[in-house]
């Protein structure tokens, strides 16, 4: 195993996710690539040319996310740093995107969005149905 991808929206999931991805590695010797991928939020459309929209702004927030999450991250024995990927689009379709020639793509089972209820959040369903590597749907602990 070489290449791990794992999808970080700064859930509590995806933060397990993250974790349980670098134990993978330091077992394996594999890299890391942690993916945060972000959109502008529908409501800033509405109504259409309410307000001036910033993407900068959205940008810089998903990057401070995900750096916030990954220096939180134990990363020691890993072979080399976490790389950190912050993309703009679709979730779902952005990780199978990034995911395509990876060895395992590794998600949380449940996001920021959707119905909390939901066993799987509609991203993992997602990369389940149609990543093109193995994919491992990190579930919340059971104490």
């Known amino acids: 195993m070489r290449r791990i991808v794992v999808g970080v929206d700064g859930s509590q999931s995806s933060r397990n996710a993250l974790n349980w991805a670098v134990r993978e590695a330091r077992a394996h010797g594999a890299r890391v690539e942690a993916v945060h991928v972000w959109q502008v ?3 800033a459309f509405y109504p ?3 307000i001036a929209l910033d993407v900068g702004t959205y940008e810089e927030q ?3 996310q995900l750096d916030e999450i990954v220096d939180s991250t134990d990363t020691t024995g890993l072979a080399d740093p976490i790389e950190r990927i912050v993309t703009c689009g679709p ?3 952005t990780l199978l995107e990034v995911a395509k020639g990876a060895d395992l793509l ?5 996001g920021r969005g959707g119905f ?3 066993v799987l959040g509609s991203v993992s ?3 389940v149905h149609h990543a093109p590597c193995p994919v491992v749907v990190v ?4 104490d």
């Open 48 to 50: 259409p040319g309410a």
């Open 91 to 93: 979730p779902a379709r």
């Open 139 to 142: 579930r919340p602990r059971q």
């Open 125 to 127: 369903q997602q990369c």
């Open 62 to 64: 998903a990057k401070q």
């Open 116 to 118: 909390a209820g939901l």
């Open 106 to 110: 590794v998600v949380g089972s449940r």
């Open 41 to 43: 939020p529908a409501a």
